[in-house]
């Protein structure tokens, strides 16, 4: 069976420090993979997906970045964290092509003070 | 991809048929009807899918309307463990590799 791992669960960064969260998949191949964000209180937000090793599609405009070095390890990293990167971050990977579920893993808490 | 509009809130009493609505009259032929549902500070869970019939499964059933611009998802006898948020998303064809998520409905089930 699949899973999907994040680490680290909980998070407490200052402004200004950078952020590396990793995410990796078991249990499949060449999977669709996702990292979305969700500030407190709001609905998910698409910040990147990915296709395959080194391709990397971005929805947002931000000071975050992702990197897929292997097929099923996915990176969200910051060089400067800022106060509104606080929030949720989620890990998400798809079965590629026709498949319909997208599966999530257990999220990241991050507090930027 | 079309955009969705769901209530912000709603109750049910426990035991009682759930049933949440949401539009999308501006849906076009290829796009699909996926609910997911988001419980307090886990990641959001797969419910079920829709193009153009109803669909049930063993965790709740969906009916699209005919003309395709409503839907609802109904989780037939709710349980304390289904107060979540629930997101109906509307997706073009079944290949899309970006799955948007909206604000949602946060259902809160009763004792």
């Known amino acids: 069976s699949q899973t999907i791992h994040q680490w680290p669960a909980t998070l407490v960064q200052p402004v200004g420090s950078p952020l590396s969260l990793e995410c990796t998949v078991e249990g499949t191949s060449n999977p669709n993979l996702y990292w979305y964000r969700q500030a407190a209180g709001r609905g998910l937000q698409l910040l990147f997906y990915s296709v395959g090793i080194g391709q990397i599609s971005s929805e947002v405009p931000q000071n975050l970045s992702a990197s897929r070095p292997q097929d099923r390890q996915f990176i969200l990293s910051s060089k400067k964290l800022l106060l509104s990167d606080s929030g949720f971050y989620l890990c998400a990977w798809r079965k590629a092509g026709v498949t319909y579920e997208q599966y999530f893993g257990p999220g990241t808490r991050l507090t930027v003070t | 991809d079309a955009k969705t509009t769901q209530p912000p809130s709603m109750d049910c009493a426990e035991g009682r048929a759930a049933n949440l609505p949401c539009n999308h009259s501006t849906i076009s032929g290829n796009e699909y009807v996926y609910w997911y549902r988001q419980i307090h500070s886990q990641g959001p869970q797969y419910i079920i899918h829709?193009?153009?019939n109803n669909e049930t499964n063993e965790m709740a059933s969906l009916i699209i309307t005919e003309d395709r611009k409503s839907s609802t998802l109904i989780l037939p006898h709710a349980t304390l463990r289904d107060t979540a948020v629930y997101y109906c998303?509307?997706?073009?064809?079944?290949?899309?590799?970006?799955?948007?998520f909206g604000a949602g409905t946060r259902l809160t089930v009763k004792p």
């Open positions: 829709g193009l153009k």
């Open positions: 998303i509307v997706r073009r064809g079944i290949f899309n590799n970006d799955m948007r």
